[in-house]
């Protein structure tokens, strides 16, 4: 018999992705390279696609660290999971409006929960289809989970391209570079420049430096915000979706549960009495651990800053109602 070490943890991870399209596939990917789970189990309702990127994937396990490659058109394959990432939506058709599309999704994730919840009873949820904040709000409804067990992926991308535009215009390193975007993952989206800082020194107290730009005047920055908001649109015109970035993002929010990390990323969850806002699915800094969202950052912020979180509130809390309607 062998001995275990104290200290050592031999239980391994499972990980269920839903839907094995470009986003589902590419987190799969992605948590593969980084190891972050034992398990990788992919479900869709296309039998042969879910078989061949499973095959993909695994003919490339020789070249990561070792995990299982499952998959199946059954939703039994995420059974006991640790941690599921919702990932399948309603395609957009044309001509079909954007709360056409939410309805569409939210019907489908209405559907879908229950039975997830059904084969992974004690997982972690995190919900990567949009529009994520009204598809988080729908699917704790119908799944009666808790909004610290089931999020949304909400503005972590968002963020990090913030983070890398920021980084462009002082020309330094994105990773010394801090800073959110709350609110809806959307149009009517929030940077929190107040709060920003590029490696110590307050963002809007930036005054340059020999290799990048001068400080972030009100021009900068609201040219640096529209293409946070547009560079989603940009990506899709050229190559059809996002994928890699939104995949690096989920798999870091996965790692932080995972690993009871206490991580702060801004993911989307039921607020509750946040600055005075609730029973609406929004992006704050939260701190993630093993039980999901443990705990929201009230960072301070600026009065501009506030009403334009309240206005994204009170825009998603106006498509909820439509859709329940």
């Given at each position: 018999?062998?001995?275990?070490?104290?200290?050592?943890?031999?239980?391994?991870?499972?990980?269920?992705?839903?839907?094995?399209?470009?986003?589902?596939?590419?987190?799969?990917?992605?948590?593969?390279?980084?190891?972050?789970?034992?398990?990788?189990?992919?479900?869709?309702i296309?039998?042969?696609?879910?078989?061949?990127?499973v095959?993909?994937?695994?003919?490339?396990?020789?070249?990561?660290?070792?995990?299982?490659?499952?998959?199946?058109?059954?939703?039994?394959?995420?059974a006991?999971?640790?941690?599921?990432?919702?990932?399948?939506?309603?395609?957009?058709?044309?001509g079909?409006?954007?709360?056409?599309?939410?309805?569409?999704?939210?019907?489908?994730?209405?559907?879908?929960?229950?039975?997830?919840?059904?084969?992974?009873?004690?997982?972690?949820?995190?919900?990567?289809?949009?529009?994520?904040?009204?598809?988080?709000?729908?699917?704790?409804?119908?799944?009666?989970?808790?909004?610290?067990?089931?999020?949304?992926s909400?503005?972590?991308?968002?963020?990090s391209?913030?983070r890398w535009?920021?980084?462009?215009?002082?020309?330094?390193?994105?990773?010394?570079?801090?800073?959110?975007?709350?609110?809806?993952?959307?149009?009517?989206e929030?940077?929190?420049?107040?709060?920003?800082?590029?490696?110590?020194?307050?963002?809007?107290?930036?005054?340059?430096?020999k290799?990048?730009?001068?400080?972030?005047d009100?021009?900068?920055?609201?040219?640096?915000?529209?293409?946070v908001?547009?560079?989603?649109?940009?990506?899709?015109?050229?190559?059809g979706?996002?994928?890699?970035?939104?995949?690096?993002a989920?798999?870091?929010?996965?790692e932080?549960?995972?690993k009871?990390?206490?991580r702060?990323?801004?993911?989307?969850?039921?607020?509750s009495?946040?600055?005075?806002?609730?029973?609406?699915c929004?992006?704050?800094?939260?701190?993630?651990?093993?039980?999901?969202?443990?705990?929201?950052?009230?960072?301070p912020m600026?009065?501009?800053?506030?009403?334009?979180?309240?206005?994204?509130?009170?825009a998603?809390?106006?498509?909820?109602l439509?859709?329940?309607?």
């Open positions: 018999m062998s001995e275990v070490r104290p200290g050592v943890d031999r239980r391994t991870t499972k990980l269920a992705i839903v839907g094995a399209g470009s986003v589902g596939a590419t987190i799969a990917y992605a948590a593969l390279m980084r190891g972050v789970a034992r398990t990788v189990a992919l479900f869709d296309n039998r042969a696609k879910v078989e061949a990127e095959l993909d994937l695994g003919h490339g396990i020789q070249f990561m660290p070792m995990a299982q490659v499952i998959g199946s058109d059954d939703l039994a394959v995420c006991d999971a640790d941690i599921v990432v919702v990932t399948a939506g309603a395609k957009q058709k044309p079909q409006t954007r709360l056409d599309l939410a309805e569409a999704t939210v019907g489908l994730v209405t559907t879908l929960m229950p039975r997830l919840v059904e084969v992974a009873p004690d997982a972690v949820y995190i919900m990567v289809t949009n529009p994520v904040d009204i598809v988080t709000d729908a699917a704790i409804r119908v799944s009666g989970l808790d909004g610290g067990r089931l999020f949304g909400g503005t972590v991308l968002d963020s391209r913030l535009l920021i980084a462009q215009h002082c020309n330094v390193a994105v990773q010394n570079v801090h800073a959110y975007i709350a609110g809806e993952h959307g149009d009517s929030i940077p929190l420049w107040s709060s920003a800082s590029v490696g110590g020194v307050p963002l809007l107290e930036w005054r340059g430096n290799t990048g730009n001068g400080p972030f009100e021009a900068v920055r609201a040219r640096i915000a529209q293409e908001v547009g560079s989603a649109y940009r990506i899709i015109e050229g190559k979706a996002t994928n890699y970035a939104v995949a690096q989920a798999t870091r929010i996965i932080a549960v995972l009871d990390e206490k702060v990323l801004p993911v989307s969850s039921r607020l009495d946040f600055y005075g806002i609730s029973d609406v929004l992006s704050v800094p939260s701190v993630l651990g093993r039980g999901g969202v443990e705990a929201r950052l009230e960072v600026a009065e501009d800053e506030l009403a334009g979180l309240r206005r994204s509130a009170a998603l809390r106006e498509v909820s439509q859709l329940s309607r």
